[in-house]
């Protein structure tokens, strides 16, 4: 066999039929429900400075090429 390149697609799951599905598999009503046990004193009680997210599977592509190309 040769060393044939593996690819994982992007897959977002913020489809509204698809998070109900995923929420109704563990049990969960909303996505909030899903952090209730983690400890108030672990959660972090400010806003993040995140940059505005990637939506679309080209554009992390080329995202992420951009990153690698720079080292």
């Known amino acids: 066999m040769g060393n044939k390149e593996v690819v994982y697609p992007y897959i977002p799951n913020s489809v509204p ?4 599905e995923m929420l109704k598999a563990v049990g969960a009503k909303d996505e909030m429900e899903l952090y209730e046990e983690i ?3 672990l959660k972090l009680k400010r806003a993040l400075n995140l940059p505005e997210p990637i939506l679309d599977e ?8 951009n990153i690698l190309a720079k080292k």
């Open 17 to 20: 039929e698809i998070k109900a």
């Open 39 to 41: 400890p108030e004193n």
């Open 58 to 65: 080209y554009s992390i592509k080329c995202h992420v090429e």
